[in-house]
Structure formats: structure tokens, C-alpha cells
């Protein structure tokens, strides 16, 4: 009786370890967010293009943005089809400064992140077949320099 009672005792404290570790890998997983649950803005003007390497399915970039500027990757144009995701992974500096990071929708719209610490890793669903292009956008009083890549 007293091994049944601890081997019991035994799969329960299993069991919550388990659950414990699940939660905290589904929390470190990646987010994937749809365009209409993102922020967006109308681009009238393109301030300046953002230098890209393409190769196949991944993009890097790199831009030095001016206070309150946006960067847009004009050479570079993601066709993709309803449903399709676009994974954004980046890193700027300094840190402070908050920065948003999106879309240009075939729409014209901005759709974006907007981030605060330094470093955006977060996946994005487009919900229209088309053309997206990716953009970065300061709103800070500092240049930042962005390093990161886009795959698609």
C-alpha cells in the first residue's frame, strides 16, 4: 500500500513538473500576429532605402536611422499569398529607443511592432495576396543602427 501511495505522489509531482516546463517553453516560443492586430500608419514618404543582401527565402538588412525617420526596403519585395508569414529578427542600438518594425502592405499602409529593448524576433501573417515591403521606423530624438533579417 505505502508503494502505491508513493509512486502516486510520484507521477503527480511529474505531472506538475511537466506542466511547468510546457508552459514555460510555449511562452518562449515566438508569436504570431496577423496584420489586423497590429498597429498602422500611411506612408506618404520614403525618407531612405536600407541597404539588403537577398538570398532565397531570407533577407538581411542594416540602416542607420536618423532622428524620427523611416527606412523602407524598396529593392526588395516580399510577393507572398494570403496567409503566408514573414518572420522579422533584428537588433538595434541603443537600446532605449523605441522603434517600430512592419510591413508596407500592397494597401499602403504600415503595419508594425513597436519595440523598446533593443531586439525584435516576432513573425507576422499577411491576410491579402501581394507585394510587402519591410520598413523600419525611429521615433526617437537618437540615430539608431539596425542589424537584422526578414525571412519569408
Same mark, same amino acid.
Given at each position: 500500500?505505502?508503494?502505491? !501511495? ?33 498597429? /498602422?500608419? !500611411? ?33 526588395? !519585395? ?46 507576422? /501573417?499577411?491576410?491579402? /495576396? ?6 523600419? /521606423? ?15
Amino acid at each position: 500500500m505505502k508503494v502505491k !501511495k508513493i509512486l502516486s505522489m510520484m507521477l503527480s509531482v511529474i505531472l506538475v513538473t511537466n506542466c511547468i516546463i510546457s508552459v514555460a517553453l510555449a511562452t518562449d516560443k515566438t508569436s504570431i500576429l496577423n496584420l489586423n492586430e497590429l498597429e /498602422r500608419d !500611411k506612408i506618404y514618404a520614403i525618407v531612405q532605402d536600407m541597404t539588403a543582401v537577398t538570398t532565397r527565402a531570407s533577407v538581411n538588412f542594416e540602416v542607420d536611422l536618423e532622428e524620427n525617420s523611416i527606412s523602407v526596403m524598396r529593392n526588395v !519585395k516580399f510577393p507572398l499569398e494570403a496567409g503566408e508569414t514573414v518572420t522579422i529578427n533584428a537588433s538595434y542600438s541603443p537600446f532605449s529607443a523605441s522603434v517600430d518594425f512592419g510591413l508596407i502592405a500592397p494597401d499602403g499602409y504600415f503595419y508594425y511592432i513597436n519595440v523598446k529593448n533593443g531586439s525584435i524576433n516576432k513573425t507576422i /501573417r499577411v491576410d491579402e /495576396r501581394g507585394n510587402y515591403m519591410l520598413a523600419v /521606423r525611429n521615433n526617437s530624438d537618437d540615430t539608431v543602427s539596425v542589424v537584422g533579417y526578414v525571412n519569408y
